[in-house]
């Protein structure tokens, strides 16, 4: 079956720009998740949707970045006013939302960079 | 801060020898474990998960569970050039759904 994709696959902007990232997860999982990853480290977790409600919004590093799922299947991820510090790839993970036990799927990510 | 430690690397084995990739974790109120494979350029590949002490096998691979000692790690049997890649241990928390990844560690199988 179809696994988590992600749109753009790449995008360039320029600092001060406003940028939004897509990610539809795996049919049936209710569970999303942003992560962002820079060259050389691990995912950082950003934010969790259960359903249409962020359930963990922690890891957003500032209120310049916003996440959205209105319906409960597809999330953006918004960055208004990029800075360079925010060029990363962003990674878009599912689940199905099980409260142990839970796997989480990547999709092949969004490479953000901010010029 | 919890945290997840890995040995960065790189790990270089010859083709047909066990790798052994090691992983160290800081908050005893972990709960899940989770390798993952990450190709240059490419997204994180689920490899395996483990949730209680002790081995779990899955072909090549085994991970092992020491939740006294804090570790996790991931053995690979008979290397293969084709596993050369970075591996990410990651670890999630009782009623909570974020991942918390190690740096990764990355290995290097030579034919």
């Known amino acids: 079956g179809a696994g988590v994709s992600q749109t753009p696959s790449n995008k360039v902007t320029e600092k001060g720009k406003y940028v939004e990232l897509r990610c539809d997860p795996i049919?049936?999982?209710?569970?999303l998740y942003w992560y962002r990853q820079s060259l050389g480290q691990g995912p950082e977790f950003l934010i969790y949707?259960?359903?249409?409600?962020?359930?963990?919004d922690s890891g957003l590093p500032n209120d310049r970045f916003f996440a959205v799922r209105p319906e409960g299947s597809v999330s953006t991820l918004k960055i208004q006013r990029t800075e360079r510090g925010d060029s990363a790839v962003y990674l878009c993970?599912?689940?199905?939302?099980?409260?142990?036990?839970?796997?989480?799927?990547f999709g092949p990510g969004t490479r953000l960079t901010v010029l | 801060q919890k945290e997840v430690e890995q040995n960065s690397g790189p790990l270089s084995v010859p083709e047909g020898a066990i790798a052994s990739l090691n992983c160290t974790y800081s908050?005893?109120?972990?709960?899940?474990f989770f390798w993952y494979r990450q190709y240059s350029g490419k997204s994180p590949e689920l490899i395996m998960f483990?949730?209680?002490?002790g081995d779990k096998e899955d072909g090549r691979f085994t991970a092992q569970l020491n939740k006294a000692s804090q570790y996790v790690s991931l053995l690979i049997r008979d290397s293969q050039p084709s596993d050369s890649a970075t591996y990410l241990c990651?670890?999630?928390?009782?009623?909570?759904?974020?991942?918390?990844f190690g740096q990764g560690t990355t290995l290097q199988v030579k034919p």
């Open positions: 993970a599912s689940s199905l939302g099980q409260a142990d036990q839970d796997t989480q799927y």
């Open positions: 049919s049936g999982h209710t569970a």
């Open positions: 949707f259960q359903g249409t409600g962020a359930a963990d």
């Open positions: 908050d005893r109120g972990s709960q899940s």
């Open positions: 483990i949730y209680s002490n």
């Open positions: 990651a670890v999630n928390y009782i009623n909570t759904g974020k991942l918390i």
